[in-house]
């Protein structure tokens, strides 16, 4: 008797997680500079200018950059659910996984014991073969 079990490989969800953290930190990094880059060009054509219009658009870019702060906070929080619904489901999957590992060694068990209930019983017929 030979039981095979077709099942599909699991992703690796580390490597999956990792991947995505790796993805959304170089998002966060490229913002990051893009951001201060864009902060300091703006700085710089308010130092020329230097009018009363260099208060407002002073306060324009404080209010955008606290706006792209705003987001990347938001961003932020989103790759921690992210993450943390990865976990669940990670853990999940793992549960799953020892709850059919455990019944794929009960069927082996029954297996087993049926494979020596058959050679026993084989052994007892060619005896009483042998005994005609």
Same mark, same amino acid.
């Given at each position: 008797?030979?039981? %095979? ?10 490597? *999956? ?5 790796? !993805?959304?930190?170089? $998002? ?7 951001? %201060?880059?864009? &902060?300091?060009?703006?700085? %710089?054509e308010v130092n020329r200018q230097g009018t009363s219009t260099t208060q407002h658009q002073l306060t324009e870019l404080r209010r955008e950059m606290q706006n792209l702060e705003i987001e990347l906070q938001a961003?932020?929080? *989103?790759?921690?659910?992210? !993450? ?23 069927? !082996?068990? !029954? ?5 020596? %209930? ?6 007892? &017929?060619?005896?009483? $073969?042998?005994?005609?």
């Amino acid at each position: 008797v030979s039981v %095979e079990v077709n099942a599909a490989p699991g992703k690796d969800l580390t490597k *999956t997680l990792n991947d995505l953290r790796n !993805e959304y930190e170089q $998002l966060i990094e490229k913002n990051r500079r893009e951001v %201060e880059q864009w &902060y300091e060009i703006k700085i %710089e054509e308010v130092n020329r200018q230097g009018t009363s219009t260099t208060q407002h658009q002073l306060t324009e870019l404080r209010r955008e950059m606290q706006n792209l702060e705003i987001e990347l906070q938001a961003q932020l929080s *989103t790759k921690n659910s992210l !993450e943390n619904s990865l976990a669940e489901t990670e853990s999940r999957y793992g549960c799953l996984l020892q709850q059919i590992q455990g019944q794929i060694n009960c069927v !082996e068990e !029954e297996l087993a014991s049926i494979r020596c %209930e058959m050679e026993s019983q084989n052994q007892e &017929y060619k005896m009483l $073969l042998g005994i005609k």
